[in-house]
């Protein structure tokens, strides 16, 4: 179903995207580029597929083996969580829909010629994230106590620790996490999806 491209021909993008005002848009815009050509029929050969997060997703688990399609993603979801789940299940491009028409025409570009394309905020939050978190064991299960709102004391208990080792953990959290506070910690970790 996917073309590959050579330097001088047009890519070809499909936009599938499932808001029918979005997708209009995202069609006028790229219509508009001299070395991008939308397909007007969605078995046309594409380059790379314009869609929303889910059918984007649904795209690639739903892939026959061997299937080269390059997905770009155009989404209001900009958590690091969604994001991360979305390259690790072979997303190709990832752009905010409030991007402007030119950081839509690099990313069809880029994802067309075999390139990934990550906004450039997200791709910061990203790399930010994954360096900063790596819990141990035990900072994943307090991690995973403090969530259901227990406190330092109950925790111990549960885990069979010392409040103070409790205490310590739960700095390393908000070391790791970035977070000031409990609710924060709980909150960022759900974001990043380690909850």
Known sequence: ?????????AICAQVAHGNPLIRAGLATFLAACIDITVAATPDERHDVVVT???????RLQQAPPGWKGRVLIVTEQDREWSVRTAVTS??????????????????????????????????RCLADGLSRVSLTGR???????????????????????????????????????????RTQAVVLATERGLI
């Open 52 to 58: 929303d997060y889910q059918d984007g997703l649904r």
């Open 1 to 9: 179903m996917t073309t590959l491209y050579t330097p001088g021909t």
């Open 90 to 123: 072979g997303v190709h491009g990832y752009v905010l829909q409030h991007c402007s028409q030119r950081e839509l025409e690099t990313a069809v570009r880029s994802v067309g010629r075999g390139l990934r394309y990550l906004t450039p905020t997200l791709d």
């Open 139 to 181: 900072e994943s299960d307090v991690l995973r106590l403090l969530a259901r709102g227990f406190c330092n004391k109950l925790i111990a208990r549960e885990l069979g620790i010392g409040v103070g080792t409790v205490k310590t953990h739960v700095k390393g959290l908000f070391d790791k996490l970035g977070a000031t506070a």
